[in-house]
């Protein structure tokens, strides 16, 4: 046998037992360590915790997502570097918070995780009343998996009459037995939120997270009472409906698209000259930037004053990458500027 031949038979024979095969040139370099994104954290409000940009919202789970995508969706959010999840007890009538305890415990990531979930809207434990509260919490710790949530929202648009001072005493007790760490509002006006403040100096746990809806074409939410009485009181800001029902990435552009959507009138609603020019204008933004029309939507919001970061729900983890690069945009002022003309003009 020549030497060449000799050669050829030794590459082509079968390694050892036991030795692993060398990888081919062309293969993808392996990376290691933690996420790229793990380094991006931002501080929310007073909590005491870090969070990353981009929080994942967990209400398709149960509902239009099945369990194995979910918890697809949250591995990629994790893996981009992610760290908070925002629920709710009454999405999908409690089937979210489950889907999201099981994954917590099967990858082991709970002290990893800042967990934020919202009661008062479930059926079962309905209000803001002291038992209701009790119960509710213990009901979402017992889907969840854990012994603590570590922002707690309370939903005052689900009850109207349970005093504030009432709900806030009860909610001393959810901190004080560990069970909470911290609380946030979602649905209160400027005067619930100073009435709060004033309570917090006798004692009462102060709210130290507001959660409103807010995104480009949706700004009345957050009005300028809101957003003084945010300010002053140092809270940090998590804007929710962030795409507008997805309005905002460009998918659904007629009417004959979201006919068959459970979202079909959410949807139709921007479907007008407004909601058209907005797209056009997010479209040139990310043809100019290299990055989809939600990331555009996300990297706007990271761009208002307060906004410390968004809420923003994934059918798929194709999703949670687009949504992740707009973490690193940086709109300029004229981009800001196109953007607020479109989305203003009616």
Do not use: C
């Given at each position: 046998?020549?030497?060449?031949?000799?050669?050829?038979?030794?590459?082509?024979?079968?390694?050892?037992?036991?030795?692993?095969?060398?990888?081919?040139?062309?293969?993808?370099?392996?990376?290691?360590?933690?996420?790229?994104?793990?380094?991006?954290?931002?501080?929310?409000?007073?909590?005491?915790?870090?969070?990353?940009?981009?929080?994942?919202?967990?209400?398709?789970?149960?509902?239009?997502?099945?369990?194995?995508?979910?918890?697809?969706?949250?591995?990629?959010?994790?893996?981009?570097?992610?760290?908070?999840?925002?629920?709710?007890?009454?999405?999908?009538?409690?089937?979210?918070?489950?889907?999201?305890?099981?994954?917590?415990?099967?990858?082991?990531?709970?002290?990893?995780?800042?967990?934020?979930?919202?009661?008062?809207?479930?059926?079962?434990?309905?209000?803001?009343?002291?038992?209701?509260?009790?119960?509710?919490?213990?009901?979402?710790?017992?889907?969840?998996?854990?012994?603590?949530?570590?922002?707690?929202?309370?939903d005052a648009g689900s009850d109207r009459s349970t005093p504030l001072e009432?709900?806030?005493?009860?909610?001393?007790?959810?901190?004080?037995?560990?069970?909470?760490?911290?609380?946030?509002?979602?649905?209160?006006?400027?005067?619930?939120?100073?009435?709060?403040?004033?309570?917090?100096?006798?004692?009462?746990?102060?709210?130290?997270?507001?959660?409103?809806?807010?995104?480009?074409?949706?700004?009345?939410?957050?009005?300028?009472?809101?957003?003084?009485?945010?300010?002053?009181?140092?809270?940090?800001?998590?804007?929710?409906?962030?795409?507008?029902?997805?309005?905002?990435?460009?998918?659904?552009?007629?009417?004959?698209?979201?006919?068959?959507?459970?979202?079909?009138?959410?949807?139709?609603?921007?479907?007008?000259?407004?909601?058209?020019?907005?797209?056009?204008?997010?479209?040139?933004?990310?043809?100019?930037?290299?990055?989809?029309?939600?990331?555009?939507?996300?990297?706007?919001?990271?761009?208002?004053?307060?906004?410390?970061?968004?809420?923003?729900?994934?059918?798929?983890?194709?999703?949670?990458?687009?949504?992740?690069?707009?973490?690193g945009v940086r709109l300029s002022r004229s981009q800001l500027a196109d953007?607020?003309?479109?989305?203003?003009?009616?």
């Amino acid at each position: 046998m020549s030497a060449l031949d000799a050669s050829a038979a030794g590459s082509n024979a079968a390694a050892p037992a036991g030795v692993p095969d060398a990888p081919h040139p062309s293969a993808p370099i392996p990376v290691f360590g933690p996420p790229v994104g793990s380094g991006l954290r931002a501080a929310l409000g007073e909590t005491g915790f870090s969070v990353f940009p981009l929080i994942l919202g967990a209400a398709e789970f149960g509902w239009n997502v099945d369990l194995e995508s979910s918890h697809a969706i949250l591995d990629a959010y994790v893996g981009l570097g992610g760290n908070a999840v925002h629920t709710a007890d009454s999405f999908s009538g409690g089937r979210s918070e489950h889907i999201l305890g099981q994954w917590l415990h099967s990858r082991g990531l709970r002290d990893d995780i800042v967990l934020a979930t919202r009661v008062g809207a479930h059926p079962d434990n309905p209000g803001l009343g002291s038992v209701n509260l009790v119960r509710a919490v213990e009901a979402s710790l017992t889907r969840l998996r854990t012994d603590r949530i570590d922002v707690l929202f309370l939903d005052a648009g689900s009850d109207r009459s349970t005093p504030l001072e009432d709900t806030l005493a009860t909610a001393e007790w959810l901190v004080e037995t560990g069970k909470v760490r911290a609380l946030g509002a979602s649905g209160y006006t400027a005067a619930q939120l100073v009435d709060a403040r004033i309570l917090s100096s006798a004692g009462f746990p102060r709210i130290t997270v507001l959660d409103v809806p807010f995104n480009i074409l949706r700004r009345q939410d957050f009005d300028a009472d809101l957003r003084l009485v945010a300010g002053a009181q140092s809270m940090a800001v998590v804007a929710s409906h962030a795409l507008e029902h997805g309005f905002l990435s460009g998918r659904h552009r007629t009417r004959t698209h979201t006919m068959l959507s459970a979202r079909a009138a959410q949807l139709s609603a921007n479907l007008n000259r407004r909601g058209n020019k907005t797209l056009r204008v997010l479209d040139a933004v990310g043809t100019e930037l290299g990055v989809p029309d939600a990331a555009v939507a996300v990297a706007w919001l990271l761009a208002q004053r307060l906004v410390t970061a968004p809420i923003v729900n994934a059918f798929a983890t194709s999703q949670v990458e687009e949504l992740v690069q707009g973490v690193g945009v940086r709109l300029s002022r004229s981009q800001l500027a196109d953007i607020a003309k479109a989305s203003e003009q009616r």
